[in-house]
């Protein structure tokens, strides 16, 4: 047996144990998927960076202004990054008009989200501190379905909600990231019962003031702040939790060129928070136990892969052409099934099984969560989705590694 097919085994049992882990933790707690604990009003300070976003950043404040919260429970914290087109002037106008809502202007572009959200921060007036993307929209009772866990549970730091991409999507690529953030929602909310949460995404997200100082704030030279400080605050001890009725629409990608270069940022990020936080490996902690060997064994079985893969085409082709090329020399046929050899029926039995329990768990994903309508294109969207667009993401990991590795990367 070949040493890419060692790894596929390998990938196939990993594969089927966070499948069947998921679907246990499921059906032990699909009563409580949406569940959310009783909540009380208090003051909320909601900060959003800001670069270069005029075209998003007015409907973004509009969603926070239609928030179901007292507004004198609320500030709005607008950190404009040094952008070069009429994002101030938008912001402006809106602070001119409500008193709550104040702009800071950095005098220097910090190249990434960390230290404008830090400068909010420290300028925030309230225990409880949202952030928010400047092209996103959360929905009106967000806070109402997060803050509970705050208030409630006193080991907890952060939370985080239902990432989704705003509707309707435009693009074909759109469609696919809508299922895409559908699928991330659901499984993060499962890993949220085994308390296993490993990020706040920046479209909305809600930390305890106190502790995130005393986690160290947003880490100013990470690529994905958002997910290096959960693992900051779990290295301390506190807990990070997951509303899934919670949700806020976001702008996704609508071309391959940019997906392409939000998911190189965000694997570089991984990489960046896997190694300031290597030390906690097998740690007795879920950081140490479970998020970081988890991360660690996924970024190394897609790496991995995607070259065994390439090794193994150049292999196939260049025996091929030999091949090919001895029989038109001495014109004898050789070319025959050792000469190209399929793969053994234990593999293919697998491959069809991956593929069929992925399948499986897109659409009891979608179906759980309510967002998309099934039909026709719906459904050759889901087959798209899961037969191509997963199979780019290997080559981005890849991709991601090399950038990463030269030092040729920005947000």
């Known amino acids: 047996m070949e040493y890419s097919d060692l790894i596929f085994l390998f990938y196939t049992y990993a594969t089927l144990f966070i499948s069947s882990l998921l679907f246990f933790i499921y059906f032990s707690n699909k009563n409580k998927m949406f569940n959310y604990p009783k909540y009380k009003y208090e003051p909320v300070s909601i900060v959003m960076p800001c670069y270069n976003e005029e075209k998003e950043l007015g409907n973004a404040i509009e969603s926070l202004l239609n928030l179901d919260w007292p507004k004198d429970m609320i500030e709005i914290i607008i950190v404009d990054d040094k952008s070069s087109d009429g994002s101030v002037k938008i912001a402006k106008k809106y602070a ?66 239902s990432v989704l991409v705003d509707k309707p999507p435009k693009t074909f690529i759109e469609k696919l990231q809508l299922i895409e953030y559908i699928v991330i929602a659901f499984s993060r909310k499962l890993l949220d019962f085994i308390n296993a949460v490993y990020v706040t995404p920046g479209p909305f997200a809600l ?13 100013e030279k990470n690529m994905t702040q958002d997910i290096e400080i959960v693992w900051a605050l779990r290295k301390i001890g506190y807990d990070v939790r997951m509303s899934l009725g919670g949700k806020v629409y976001t702008t996704a990608p609508n071309r391959l060129k940019i997906w392409w270069k939000q998911r190189n940022r965000w694997n570089i990020g991984g990489i960046q928070t896997i190694i300031k936080h290597k030390n906690q490996i097998l740690k007795n902690n879920i950081l140490g136990n479970f998020i970081l060997p988890f991360f660690s064994v996924s970024l190394f079985i897609g790496l991995i892969g995607v070259i065994l893969m390439v090794n193994n085409i150049i292999n196939k082709l260049t025996t091929l052409y030999l091949t090919s090329q001895y029989s038109i020399a001495s014109s004898k046929y050789i070319l025959n099934s050792e000469t190209i050899s399929l793969p053994p029926l234990i593999l293919l039995y697998f491959s069809l099984a991956l593929i069929s329990i992925g399948i499986f768990f897109t659409y009891f994903s979608i179906s759980n969560m309510k967002e998309l309508k099934f039909g026709f294109k719906e459904n050759i969207s889901v087959l798209f989705y899961f037969l191509v667009y997963l199979s780019l993401y290997p080559f981005v990991i890849l991709s991601s590694v090399y950038k990463f590795v030269r030092g040729n990367y920005t947000w």
């Open 207 to 219: 930390y305890e003031k106190e502790k995130l100082i005393e986690a160290g704030k947003f880490d």
């Open 96 to 161: 001119k008009k409500y008193d709550f809502i104040k702009v800071i202007e950095s005098k220097t572009n910090s190249g990434g989200a960390a230290r404008p959200c830090n400068i909010g921060l420290e300028n925030s007036k309230y225990n409880y501190v949202a952030i928010t993307d400047a092209d996103s929209k959360p929905e009106r009772s967000i806070l109402k379905k997060m803050i509970g866990f705050l208030q409630t549970e006193k080991n907890t730091a952060g939370v985080t909600c």
